[in-house]
């Protein structure tokens, strides 16, 4: 994608238009698919398309002839990157495509097509139009326009339509109805009934997709403004069985007193109750997952889901792990999965709120986050929980100044490290040594002002004459 992010909104038709004036008017450069989307939507600041009449070799000569760095990245698509400023913009000549035999990619493409031919080939109506370069500071711009498939009114009617037969367009790219349900997240949009109803028809075709391709598009989804949306949306199309069947148990399973939802829909209102942040989304989204297989009943007819939470974990690191994420988006998810069901109370005491501290702390969960994700899950469960939510924020205020007190909360922060407990008892390390280091982190944690090498010391020598 060509890559103005980073330009600002004033800064871009400057630099849009240089470049138009390098290749000459008749170029036909135009500024094409979600960037002219976006702008209509007032959404300035995204990534930018540009397409061309003229073919990739003269695009190559002319910016060269204006002293411009050309990079030949994508010939064969009839692509290529002119640097502005340091800035890399690609470049595409208008194209048709030819067949696609794998659901992934044209066999090939056609150059030199007119512009209406080069939209036809995009997924949907709201990113097939165009807006030539040299209206983009023009008042009435918008008049400018090329929108032959009615882009334009999709956008003002909040509707995603596929361009011509939607059969036909999911079944050119399988990644495009899971591309569908994210701008639904993204935009807040419905889509259009008769592409929705071909998304269940064209599976076969989406099950083509790389895991890498689909981990990129689900985690634009879970961060949209409406990802509840795309959520549901995978559900009833069929496409999260494809990739993450570990969700159709969630949908239906009763849950207890507490809970108006069933466990999918509690766990959609998690996600739209926290930030819009990677690690907190998919923590919000996984977070349940072990419900079903641990749901239980009592004697009292009461419904139970003991140490759901570590079937979670181990449910969702399955699921990341074929989405091949990154081992510290992964850590950091299983972190905050594991660790969300501790409910601390008026009951406990500063040492119990420093033991779960620790416990954050030796998993390496910030304490935001995890105060993000059980706040989440509190609003997601009823109406009625005010009380639980008042609760929980005077327990949290007290937790966070237990924390600012920095008190020691692993092994590594005793005030005698492992060889000062190895010369203190005259002993060679091995296992004793970590039973010894609990023992006292443990006391530590009871009473903070034990962490001094003189109280240690003591606390040392007794635990090894009642451990010989």
């Given at each position: 994608?060509p890559?103005?992010?980073?330009?600002?909104?004033e800064?871009?038709?400057?630099?849009?238009?240089?470049?138009?004036?390098a290749l000459?008017?008749?170029?036909g450069?135009?500024?094409v698919?979600?960037?002219?989307r976006?702008?209509?939507l007032?959404?300035?600041?995204g990534?930018?398309?540009l397409?061309?009449?003229?073919?990739p070799?003269?695009v190559?000569?002319?910016?060269k002839?204006a002293?411009?760095?050309?990079?030949?990245?994508?010939?064969?698509?009839?692509?290529?990157?002119?640097?502005?400023?340091?800035r890399?913009?690609?470049?595409?000549?208008?194209?048709?495509?030819?067949?696609?035999?794998?659901?992934?990619?044209?066999?090939?493409?056609?150059?030199?097509?007119?512009?209406?031919?080069?939209?036809?080939r995009?997924?949907f109506?709201?990113?097939?139009?165009?807006?030539?370069?040299?209206?983009?500071?023009?008042?009435?711009?918008?008049?400018?326009?090329?929108?032959?498939?009615g882009?334009?009114?999709?956008?003002?009617?909040?509707?995603?339509?596929?361009?011509?037969d939607?059969?036909?367009?999911?079944?050119?790219?399988?990644?495009?109805?899971?591309?569908?349900?994210?701008?639904a997240?993204?935009?807040?949009?419905?889509?259009?009934?008769?592409?929705?109803?071909?998304?269940?028809?064209?599976?076969?075709?989406?099950?083509?997709?790389?895991?890498?391709r689909?981990?990129?598009?689900m985690?634009?989804?879970?961060?949209?403004?409406?990802a509840?949306?795309?959520?549901?949306?995978?559900?009833?199309?069929?496409?999260?069985?494809?990739?993450?069947?570990?969700?159709?148990?969630?949908?239906?399973?009763?849950?207890?007193?507490?809970?108006?939802?069933?466990?999918?829909e509690?766990?959609?209102?998690?996600?739209?109750?926290?930030?819009?942040?990677?690690?907190?989304?998919?923590?919000a989204?996984?977070?349940?997952?072990?419900?079903?297989?641990?749901r239980?009943?009592?004697?009292?007819?009461?419904?139970?889901?003991?140490?759901?939470?570590?079937?979670?974990?181990?449910?969702?690191?399955n699921?990341?792990?074929?989405?091949?994420?990154?081992?510290?988006?992964?850590?950091?998810?299983?972190?905050?999965?594991?660790?969300?069901?501790?409910?601390?109370?008026?009951?406990?005491?500063d040492?119990?709120?420093?033991?779960?501290?620790?416990?954050?702390?030796?998993?390496?969960?910030?304490?935001d986050?995890?105060a993000?994700?059980?706040?989440?899950?509190?609003r997601?469960?009823?109406?009625s929980?005010?009380?639980?939510?008042?609760?929980?924020?005077?327990?949290?205020?007290?937790i966070?100044?237990?924390?600012?007190?920095?008190?020691?909360?692993?092994?590594?922060?005793?005030a005698?490290?492992?060889?000062?407990?190895?010369d203190?008892?005259?002993?060679?390390?091995?296992?004793?040594?970590?039973?010894?280091?609990?023992?006292?982190?443990?006391r530590?944690?009871?009473?903070?002002?034990?962490?001094?090498?003189?109280?240690?010391a003591?606390?040392?020598?007794?635990?090894?004459?009642?451990?010989?």
């Open positions: 994608m890559n103005l992010c980073n330009v600002s909104p800064d871009a038709p400057r630099l849009l238009g240089f470049l138009q004036e000459e008017p008749e170029a450069l135009v500024l698919g979600g960037a002219v976006d702008r209509l007032g959404r300035e600041g990534d930018w398309d397409a061309t009449a003229l073919l070799e003269i190559i000569g002319r910016a002839q002293g411009l760095r050309v990079i030949p990245t994508g010939l064969q698509h009839g692509t290529v990157t002119v640097m502005l400023e340091g890399p913009v690609e470049i595409t000549t208008y194209r048709g495509d030819g067949n696609y035999l794998d659901g992934r990619r044209p066999e090939s493409v056609h150059l030199g097509v007119a512009l209406e031919e080069d939209l036809a995009r997924d109506t709201v990113n097939a139009m165009a807006l030539p370069i040299e209206a983009m500071n023009q008042v009435d711009w918008r008049k400018h326009l090329v929108d032959p498939f882009g334009q009114a999709d956008l003002e009617a909040g509707l995603l339509r596929a361009v011509g939607p059969l036909v367009r999911f079944q050119e790219d399988g990644l495009r109805p899971l591309r569908a349900c994210r701008f997240a993204q935009l807040g949009f419905g889509i259009e009934p008769s592409t929705l109803a071909a998304i269940p028809e064209r599976l076969e075709v989406a099950q083509k997709v790389s895991v890498e689909v981990f990129q598009e985690n634009k989804l879970l961060c949209g403004k409406d509840p949306t795309g959520l549901r949306l995978l559900e009833r199309s069929g496409l999260v069985d494809l990739w993450m069947p570990e969700f159709r148990p969630l949908v239906g399973c009763a849950q207890n007193r507490y809970h108006d939802l069933d466990a999918w509690h766990t959609l209102a998690v996600v739209a109750a926290i930030p819009a942040e990677p690690t907190l989304r998919w923590a989204l996984l977070h349940d997952l072990g419900k079903p297989g641990s239980s009943l009592g004697s009292d007819g009461a419904t139970h889901f003991f140490n759901h939470e570590a079937l979670s974990v181990r449910l969702a690191g699921l990341l792990g074929r989405l091949k994420i990154s081992r510290a988006l992964l850590e950091a998810v299983l972190g905050l999965v594991r660790h969300h069901g501790q409910r601390p109370s008026a009951q406990w005491g040492a119990a709120c420093r033991r779960l501290l620790a416990r954050l702390k030796a998993d390496k969960v910030p304490l986050a995890w993000a994700l059980r706040r989440a899950d509190i997601g469960r009823m109406e929980l005010e009380a639980m939510q008042q609760e929980f924020e005077t327990e949290l205020g007290r966070q100044r237990l924390a600012e007190a920095r008190p020691p909360l692993l092994a590594r922060d005793l005698l490290n492992g060889t000062e407990l190895m203190c008892l005259a002993r060679p390390g091995g296992p004793w040594l970590g039973q010894l280091q609990a023992y006292l982190l443990d530590v944690l009871e009473n903070p002002g034990l962490n001094t090498p003189e109280a240690l003591p606390l040392a020598r007794a635990w090894r004459s009642s451990n010989p």
